[in-house]
C-alpha cells in the first residue's frame, strides 16, 4: 500500500487552490468532489478525516444531502474509530431512519471507551492515559470540532437567504460574508 501525498505537495496544494476558487465560486457540489479527491490522497489520517469533516458540512449545509454527510460519517469511522463527532452523529441518522442493523453494527464497533464519554479532553484522556498524548489527542479533536455534526437536520433553504457554509446562519441577500462568524462565501 503506498502512502498517500504530503499536505504540502504540489498535488494537494494544487486541489487546496481548486477547492478554494470553488468555494469562492459557491461551487458547493464540485467543491465537495475535490474535498473526497484530497481525502482519498493526502497521507496523514487527521488530513483525510477533516476533508471528509467539510464534505459533510457542505452536504448537510450546503447541499441539503443527508446521505452524502453520513458516507462521509462513515468513510471517517473508517479512518478512526474512535471519531466521537461522527458517531454520535451515525447514530442520530441511523435511528430516525429506522436502520437498526446498522445501528447494532456501529454499536458493536464501538471502542469500549468512546461508550459515553463526550467532548475532545474527556475522550484523549480515556484513551491514551498518558498527559503528553493525551494532550495531543485534545488538541487534535478540537481542532475537528465539526459543527456539522452538532445540528439537527437542516431545514429547507430560503431561496431569498442564503446560508453561511460554516455556521449555517442565514446571509444578507447578495452579502460575500456572513455576519455572525465573518466567514467569506
Known amino acids: ?42 497521507g496523514p489520517a487527521l488530513e483525510k478525516v477533516q476533508s471528509l469533516e467539510r464534505v459533510a458540512g457542505l452536504a448537510r449545509l450546503k447541499l441539503s444531502s443527508e446521505p452524502m454527510a453520513v458516507q462521509a460519517a462513515e468513510e471517517i469511522l473508517r479512518i478512526d474509530a ?39 479532553v474527556g475522550s484523549a484522556a480515556a484513551v491514551v492515559g498518558t498527559a ?16 456539522w455534526m452538532k445540528q439537527s437536520a437542516p431545514k429547507p433553504a430560503k431561496a431569498a437567504s442564503p446560508r453561511c457554509a460554516y455556521c449555517g446562519a442565514d446571509l444578507a441577500a447578495g452579502s460575500r460574508s456572513c455576519g455572525a462568524c465573518g466567514a467569506e462565501q
Do not use: C
Open 82 to 120: 474512535g471519531h466521537a463527532n461522527a458517531r454520535e452523529y451515525l447514530r442520530d441518522q441511523y435511528q430516525r431512519s429506522g436502520q437498526t442493523a446498522k445501528l447494532e453494527a456501529l454499536d458493536a464497533s464501538k471502542p469500549g471507551v468512546f461508550n459515553s464519554i463526550k467532548g475532545a
Open 1 to 42: 500500500m503506498t502512502q498517500g501525498a504530503s499536505p504540502d505537495s504540489p498535488e494537494i496544494r494544487t486541489l487546496d487552490a481548486q477547492i478554494a476558487q470553488a468555494e469562492a465560486r459557491g461551487r458547493w457540489a464540485d467543491m465537495a468532489t475535490l474535498l473526497r479527491q484530497r481525502a482519498q490522497r493526502v
Open 132 to 147: 503528553a498524548s493525551g494532550v495531543a489527542n485534545a488538541v487534535n479533536e478540537a481542532n475537528r470540532n465539526p459543527e
